[in-house]
């Protein structure tokens, strides 16, 4: 059964304190469930919003201002979000140590600069799918992060100069 994540859902999260990850993976959520996440789940330190319809910027920018101790994000699929979503999340959430969004496809390679510039704890990073080529490698990597997981597949050449300390390389099927 996929349950719709509403105002009324998360009110009832609100009745659990203590609630450090939420995953949602595949849930149709609205922009009121996804603010009142961001109202009312104040111990938020995972969140994972994988193949859910109906994250938006707008939605998703909100939640995540008001979640700046968030450490895991998964944002795979939401093909709504732009590059405002990435704006907030580097803006806010600066201690990341995971972001997956594989296939959001209306993020252009630009916005990843702000991956690089704020989000300095990183240690997983998926881009698969994504519009990314050397130059957009290029921008991501030239800070001084140290990415330990980057599931990009396309562009071998660039992570072997720019990403020394790889640990693991993810290859689809």
Known sequence: MIVQVTLGLVDGLNKLPMLQSIILDGCPVTSEGLRAIGSLCISLRELSLSKCLGVTDEALSFLVSKHKDLRKLDITCCRKI???????????????????????????QEAFVLIGQKCHYLEE???????IDDEGLNLLLFFENIYYHISCYTYVVSLQVLCPYLLVLGYPA
């Open 125 to 131: 990073l998926d881009l698969t799918d994504n519009e």
């Open 82 to 108: 732009t590059d405002g979503s990435i704006a907030s999340i580097a803006n806010s959430c600066t201690g990341l140590t995971s972001l997956k969004m594989e296939s959001c496809t209306l993020v252009p």
